[in-house]
């Protein structure tokens, strides 16, 4: 298994839409999480950090679910702009460790 | 901004060349990463240094090496370069003081190996 997983979609939906990513995470000793977003050929972007249960900005809010081993990424009210690749990684011991990514598009 | 540089942006080399990849930040962070991106793959971190002279290897660090001689440069350099060693290069830095902290990304270099 894969230490840090993501469906790599794509995700295709319209405008105004409520759209949810999962990552799957194998160690279970992982105290922080992070959410890039990633624009084709740049570099990532840090999109938010979660340290505990969650975090939110905006129209964007991540849920992290320990029991289970995942975090999750929901993006309210989608926007065109939003189309992107959105990478998530959590630290195993003094390396960050990212998933693959999932593909957004977003149409009008 | 994270204040990260890095040269060249775009590079096309010969196989058996040596290449040297430059990374420059300006806010003295004492953590900075060297990443490959390629399709499939995502980002795999090839090695990392968290002080002046003081690195060590990540996952993807056979046929690289690094160098850190000031805490603002870290070097990336493919001894004798290889056409599986076509990808793009990030740098990165963290601004923390270690394992759990946020990484910034540098712009980027595209690499091609011929």
């Known amino acids: 298994r894969k230490e840090v997983e993501q469906d790599p979609g794509p995700f295709n939906v319209p405008e105004g839409a409520t759209v949810a990513f999962n990552c799957t995470y194998s160690?279970?000793?992982?105290?922080?999480f992070f959410w890039y977003r990633q624009d084709c050929r740049k570099e990532p972007k840090l999109l938010m950090s979660?340290?505990?249960s969650g975090n939110e900005d905006g129209r964007f809010t991540a849920q992290l679910n320990r029991a289970s081993q995942y975090i999750s990424l929901l993006i309210r009210d989608s926007k065109l702009s939003d189309s992107a690749t959105y990478l998530c990684?959590?630290?195993?011991?003094?390396?960050?460790?990212f998933g693959t990514g999932t593909r957004l598009q977003v149409f009008p | 901004d994270a204040g990260i540089t890095q040269s060249p942006r775009h590079k096309v080399t010969e196989t058996g060349t040596p290449v040297t990849l430059r990374c420059h930040q300006t806010e003295n962070h004492r953590y900075m990463y060297w990443y490959r991106q390629d399709p499939g793959h995502g980002l795999r971190l090839i090695h990392y240094?968290?002080?002046?002279?003081?690195?060590d290897k990540g996952e993807v660090s056979d046929g690289y090496s690094v160098s850190r001689s000031k805490t603002e440069d870290f070097l990336l350099t493919l001894e004798s370069a290889t056409s599986s060693q076509t990808s793009v290069y990030f740098c990165?830095?963290?601004?923390?003081?270690?394992?759990?902290?946020?990484?910034?990304f540098g712009p980027g270099t595209r690499l091609t190996v011929l």
């Open positions: 990684g959590t630290y195993n011991t003094d390396k960050l460790i």
């Open positions: 990165a830095i963290s601004r923390g003081t270690g394992f759990t902290d946020t990484q910034y």
């Open positions: 240094s968290y002080g002046v002279k003081d690195t």
């Open positions: 979660v340290y505990s």
């Open positions: 160690n279970s000793a992982s105290q922080s």
